[in-house]
């Protein structure tokens, strides 16, 4: 059965490029122009992800996260054009998924919303362990980094962070989130912990740390483990 996209998006360009980008994926897709009738079309039946956008005619894609995010596990993926740091942070707090900023390709989309659904709507499959990018392997079951052919050697709190990342990639991870999974939840406030060991860690993977191609950085917000 094709997986079912709700795309919740007043602007009736972006709409009609999402509807006909989705669908040729073979995804089967539902729209919606505001808050209102995406709560209408929900209580109907559950898509299997659901794209949203935060500027709507009645209110902010925000209230629809935060009420569905009661009820339901459906990923959720915001795409805007509001750039604001503390406003994405506020949106991954809410219980979305990840955001995709105006403008974005149909690449970016189709990746995330793959990545969307592999963390939450297969949540009963098995946990991601492996990960394989170009010149990265990293086996989180066997502790092997492996970087050019070479093994690199990382400290434990190295490896906790990367593969807090791994469990995650494709999407963002706050600052937050790292620093509560990594070190414990007394230490959320220290981001320098994570500055260092985050250019550590880019230190011994990417080929050029001032420009990762690996750890990739979401100003603000968070890192983001690329795919
Ligand atoms: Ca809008």
């Known amino acids: 059965m094709n997986m079912r996209v709700l795309v919740v998006e007043d ?3 972006i ?6 980008s989705l669908s040729i994926e073979g995804y ?15 209580q109907q039946a559950l898509p299997d992800v659901m794209v949203l956008d ?3 005619p009645d209110g902010d894609g925000i209230e629809l996260v935060r009420e569905v995010r009661k009820q339901h596990n459906l990923p959720i993926l915001i795409v805007s054009a509001r750039h ?3 406003q994405k942070i506020l949106l991954l707090d809410a219980g979305a998924d990840d955001f995709l900023s105006k403008p974005f390709s149909v690449g970016e989309l189709l990746a995330r919303i793959r990545v969307a659904l592999r963390h939450r709507g297969t ?8 990960y394989v990018l170009d010149d990265l392997r990293i086996d989180l ?17 190295e490896f906790k962070l990367l593969a807090r990342l791994v469990r995650s990639a494709g999407r963002v991870v706050t600052h937050r989130q790292l620093l509560s999974d990594v070190w414990g939840n007394e230490f959320i406030d220290h981001t320098h912990y994570l500055r260092l060991y985050m250019a550590q860690l880019r230190a011994k993977i990417e080929e050029n740390p001032a420009e990762p191609r690996y750890l990739l950085t979401e100003t603000g917000v968070g890192y983001r483990l690329a795919i």
């Open 15 to 20: 709409r009609a490029f999402i509807r006909s």
């Open 54 to 56: 935060l500027g709507l």
């Open 141 to 157: 079951a066997s502790h092997v980094v492996q970087c050019r052919g070479e093994v690199l050697h990382l400290t434990p709190t």
């Open 84 to 86: 604001q740091e503390a």
């Open 28 to 42: 089967e897709v539902q729209t919606a122009v505001s808050i209102s009738e995406a709560r209408a079309m929900l």
């Open 11 to 13: 602007d009736k360009e």
């Open 123 to 130: 949540s009963l499959a098995a946990a991601v362990t492996e």
